[in-house]
């Protein structure tokens, strides 16, 4: 059984177009977490979820948007997409408390052409 | 914000061989530090932590120190083999579980 899955793996799209990328976690975590992974391999934290309250926002476009309907969802769309926004992104989710590592989901490679 | 630099951002070692990669962070309140692995084309992976009360941690072949004074903590692979090869992340958390990447370390292990 995945504790942290998302799909899809791979979306391959047109720019200006709106998609969605889902993620779930079995793992009964209170936190979940998005991450961009650019072509250089550096892992940005886009957003955090804590019980469906954000509570991170680094600097990323209002074009992304989490949307959380329970505290094992944590999905992301983003409208508009541009060439910029193709990478690896990486759901992962954690307790919440120091000391415990997180748990990353298998990545979806975003391709905007 | 915390300031995790990561080095080197590549290394290459022979087989049997040990492989150390060094992380430095600029806030003296972070207090949890873990090391992931990614290896091509899958997700990141803990293979080792150390909290602040501790000055080193061993696993195996991998091991971790910490130095508090100096804001530096380093991971040590000894005995690589073909397998080690892969991007290694360091890690830096304050309380509040905010998560701060080190830009990645890629090992190659020549056979």
């Known amino acids: 059984d995945t504790a942290v899955s998302q799909t899809p793996k791979y979306l391959v799209t047109q720019m200006g177009n709106d998609k969605s990328i889902k993620c779930e976690q079995n793992l009964g975590h209170d936190t979940m977490y998005w991450y961009k992974q650019d072509s250089k391999k550096f892992l940005k934290i886009m957003f955090s979820y804590n019980n469906k309250e954000l509570i991170i926002n680094e600097t990323v476009p209002n074009r992304f948007s989490p949307k959380s309907p329970d505290k094992a969802h944590l999905n992301l769309h983003i409208n508009s997409l541009e060439l910029g926004d193709s990478a690896v992104y990486f759901c992962a989710s954690g307790t919440g408390g120091l000391g415990d590592g997180y748990t990353f989901g298998s990545g979806t490679r975003l391709t905007v052409v | ?111």
């Open chain 2, 1 to 111: 914000g915390e300031n995790v630099e990561q080095h080197p951002s590549t290394l290459s070692v022979q087989e049997g061989d040990s492989a150390v990669i060094k992380c430095t962070y600029s806030d003296s309140a972070s207090n949890y530090f873990p090391w992931y692995k990614q290896e091509l084309g899958k997700r990141p992976q803990l293979i080792i932590d150390i909290r602040s009360n501790v000055g080193e941690k061993k696993d195996q072949r991998i091991a971790v120190t910490l130095n508090k004074t100096a804001k530096h903590f380093s991971l040590h692979i000894t005995e690589t083999q073909p397998e080690d090869s892969a991007v290694y992340f360091c890690a830096v958390v304050h309380t509040g579980n905010q998560f701060y990447f080190g830009t990645g370390t890629s090992l190659t292990v020549i056979p």
